[in-house]
């Protein structure tokens, strides 16, 4: 055929119709793959079944500070959410934490001399230098022999062998007293996890691959370490993260994606080359047909919808995970001024009479915040449960005037300074159910199942979300546009037709 037939060819065929695409979940994981999607030429119809967007990025005012109420930090070791951040045009409000750093409650008699600044030459508190002062200051001479061993022990098998978890590692290299009283308050401060139920390629990857370059688990933490972009390991935004969720929504409106809330999804069904996507809006079943679908829900509703379609799927239905109670305070406190304990505090299991897990001094954190609250008043944000925790403990089923009144209690305790009800101007409870993804041992093998299984459909389907990617902005992010970016290459492949599209 010449060229000349050829393109008569093509103008007889008709101009290839636009494909579309349905997502299921209006998190940021969602968002991003109704962006990826929309970016490609793909039609987005976006459908959560809350009453807003962006899962666990969200927003509060409390005396009218603009405040998050979920994630108010990002990791800075990718540059990741620095770039979605310019191209939404928030590039020059991106700003660093002040540089003191976050302290550590231990276990003690005394509680105030047991407040630690915490080292943060390594990873997930994996010192780089276990002979450092401020590490041999939080242990014991024993402890402190113990960990020096990780320079002159064989890696072994510990580098390769599959499903490690983080206790394990740090267990077998450095220690006890390591893990107890440094990583495993930052564990659980970051995971609501216990190190040793954390599949550690899931929770710091590249680190046993740089440990065996290395020879140590040290020298590959403080690798890592130096290896992020320069500045603090985490970074925020001026006004709040949750100006990313608002405008990656005011983004795809304008971009022209249909963005529904109050959605949910009761059935998925492969209809021919496409999808039938079924919704029990306000109680009158509606049908929407499209090309593809991205499933960006919670991993049980994910496998929920999926596994009538993928009966194998079923058995990778995870396990319910931590649910978080979440608490701000707006104090005035001159006596907080100082920031008794640097931008925060987190707690390690079986400190007496301290129910929380971490504390974040956000005023004392982010320059922004404290030049809006003004001098005498601050944030704390007190965080509440994790995993293994019983159902007595203090956590994200107890009631408000519960959590308010330990709020204030563990404030005076980590803290050093007494918070009282009077010093409160303001306060939020928020609680987020199954908000933590659990990276247990086995995480990645479950995950390259559920890809696999998936594969199948992968011309015309695509599931993501933080229970696959992982926990953190950056993870969801990345995997999020990489499947929207891979559906969006098949659908554009398979494109042809009189341009009309299904419905959606």
């Known amino acids: ?167 394990e590692l740090v267990r077998t290299r450095m220690g006890d007293e390591i893990l107890a009283r440094l990583v495993a308050p930052v564990a659980g401060g970051v995971f609501s996890a216990d190190p040793d139920d954390l599949d550690v390629d899931s929770v710091a990857p590249g680190l ?42 005011t983004d795809l409106e304008a971009a022209g994606a249909q963005l529904r809330t109050g959605e949910e999804v009761t059935d998925l069904t492969r209809t021919g080359d496409g999808w039938t996507v079924t919704t029990g809006r306000a109680g009158a079943p509606r049908r929407l047909v499209a090309d593809g679908v991205v499933v960006a829900t919670e991993g049980r509703a994910a496998v929920d919808l999926l596994s009538p379609g993928l009966p194998a799927l079923a058995a990778e239905r995870p396990a319910p995970v931590p649910g978080v109670a979440l608490v701000t305070l707006l104090v005035d406190l001159p006596a907080l001024d100082v920031r008794p304990r640097g931008t925060g505090v987190l707690v390690a299991r079986g400190v007496e009479g301290v129910a929380a897990k971490a504390l974040t001094h956000s005023t004392a954190k982010w320059a922004w915040l404290r030049e809006q609250a003004g001098p005498g008043r601050h944030v704390l944000r007190l965080s509440f449960g994790r995993v293994g925790d019983r159902p007595a403990d203090v956590g994200i089923a107890s009631d408000d005037d519960v959590l308010f009144s330990h709020t204030l209690a563990d404030a005076s305790v980590l803290l050093g300074i007494p918070v009282g009800a009077a010093d409160v101007l303001d306060h939020d409870v928020v609680r987020w159910a199954g908000a933590l993804p659990h990276a ?65």
């Open 1 to 167: 055929m010449t060229g000349r037939d050829d393109a008569v060819a093509r103008e007889q065929a008709g101009p290839a119709r636009q494909r579309s695409a349905v997502v299921i979940g209006g998190g940021m994981a969602g968002l991003l793959a109704a962006r990826t999607l929309l970016r490609r030429g793909v039609r987005v119809t976006l459908l959560e079944r809350s009453d807003r967007f962006g899962g666990t990025v969200d927003g509060r005012v409390l005396g009218g500070l603009q405040l998050d109420s979920g994630a108010e930090s990002f990791s800075t070791r990718s540059a990741t959410v620095p770039a979605l951040a310019a191209e939404l045009g928030l590039g020059e409000r991106l700003v660093t934490p002040e540089a003191t750093g976050a302290w550590v409650q231990l276990p003690g008699p005394d509680l105030q001399a047991s407040a630690r600044p915490l080292p943060n030459s390594g990873v997930l508190g994996i010192p780089a230098d276990p002979t450092d002062p401020l590490i041999s200051a939080m242990i014991s001479p024993e402890g402190a022999r113990r960990a020096a061993q990780d320079g002159v022990l064989p890696v072994g098998s510990l580098a390769t062998r599959a499903g490690v978890s983080l206790g």
């Open 208 to 249: 046993r691959a740089t440990m065996a370059r290395l020879g140590s688990l040290g020298a590959a933490a403080g690798a890592l370490r130096a290896a992020a972009p320069a500045g603090a390991a985490v970074g925020g935004i001026d006004g709040g993260i949750a100006l990313l969720r608002d405008r990656l929504v």
């Open 440 to 504: 247990a041992v086995g995480h990645r093998e479950r995950v390259a199942r559920i890809r696999a299984l998936v594969a199948d459909h992968a011309n015309s389907l695509a599931v993501t979300g933080g229970w696959l990617a992982g926990t953190g902005l950056v993870a969801v992010i990345d995997d999020a546009r990489a499947r929207a970016g891979a559906l969006a290459d098949a659908l554009l492949a398979g494109a042809g037709g009189d341009g009309s599209g299904p419905p959606v």
